[in-house]
């Protein structure tokens, strides 16, 4: 069975910042990951999603992932955070063969400071 | 044109009643599923459907039952609600091999 981890629970920066928020999974075979955010009250919104390619991901809002086949990760990053960045982010993985429901991460919250 | 659509956004009942939370997508996608976030935001599989078939029923009481009417459409009905289920419970839904999740925008239950 596949699993996600992120060792981040919560994460607490100013704004302009950097991010870079850890995200490992287990699976050994072909694996999609995609990065969702929560804003409070909200519905998950994908961010960014991997599926072949470029290990180097863009997504919106000027978020990025790096997936590095050989250490099973695949973190997000921002070069400058803002305020409204503040959220609950959500990595998740997809066996493409399977049934394609995504196995989540525990989540890490993002507290931006203004 | 919300593309995944659940209602009722928030549910609170009693201990022992039955209750249902409808979904809807009209975006086309073959599949559709229901996930349970807990009190710790972690979010856990607990049913999908594919044109109308359940292909994923991960270990749930019960006292849970998806009902999927067409491929639009997957239901959550469920019995006897305890403590424990309080949580919020969003639908998804996917299109194809390698697709990301579209999701609704939850439905927060809780049970007194």
């Known amino acids: 069975a596949q699993s996600v981890s992120q060792h981040n629970h919560h994460v607490i920066l100013s704004e302009a910042a950097s991010l870079e928020l850890g995200c490992n999974y287990s699976?050994?075979?072909?694996?999609?990951l995609f990065w969702y955010v929560q804003y409070p009250g909200q519905h998950l919104q994908l961010l960014l999603k991997?599926?072949?390619?470029?290990?180097l991901v863009k997504g919106i809002k000027g978020f990025e992932a790096e997936f590095i086949k050989s250490k099973f990760s695949f973190n997000l990053r921002k070069p400058s955070v803002q305020w409204s960045d503040t959220a609950e982010y959500f990595c998740?993985?997809?066996?493409?063969?399977?049934?394609?429901?995504?196995?989540f991460g525990s989540g890490t919250q993002l507290t931006v400071l203004p | 044109d919300t593309a995944v659509s659940q209602t009722p956004k928030y549910l609170v009942t009693q201990m022992g009643n039955d209750k249902s939370i409808k979904c809807e997508q009209n975006?086309?996608?073959?599949?559709m599923y229901w996930y349970k976030q807990d009190s710790k935001k972690f979010l856990k599989i607990m049913f999908s459907?594919?044109?109308?078939?359940?292909?994923i029923n991960e270990t749930v009481p019960n006292r849970f039952s998806p009902k999927s009417p067409d491929k639009a459409h997957l239901n959550l009905h469920i019995n006897s609600l305890e403590l424990g289920d309080s949580a919020v419970y969003f639908c998804?839904?996917?299109?194809?091999?390698?697709?990301?999740?579209?999701f609704g925008n939850g439905t927060r239950l809780t049970v007194t």
């Open positions: 998740a993985s997809q066996d493409p063969g399977s049934a394609r429901q995504l196995t």
């Open positions: 991997y599926f072949s390619g470029d290990p």
């Open positions: 699976y050994g075979g072909t694996v999609n």
């Open positions: 998804a839904s996917s299109q194809g091999r390698d697709s990301p999740l579209h």
């Open positions: 459907y594919n044109n109308k078939e359940l292909i």
């Open positions: 975006l086309g996608h073959d599949t």
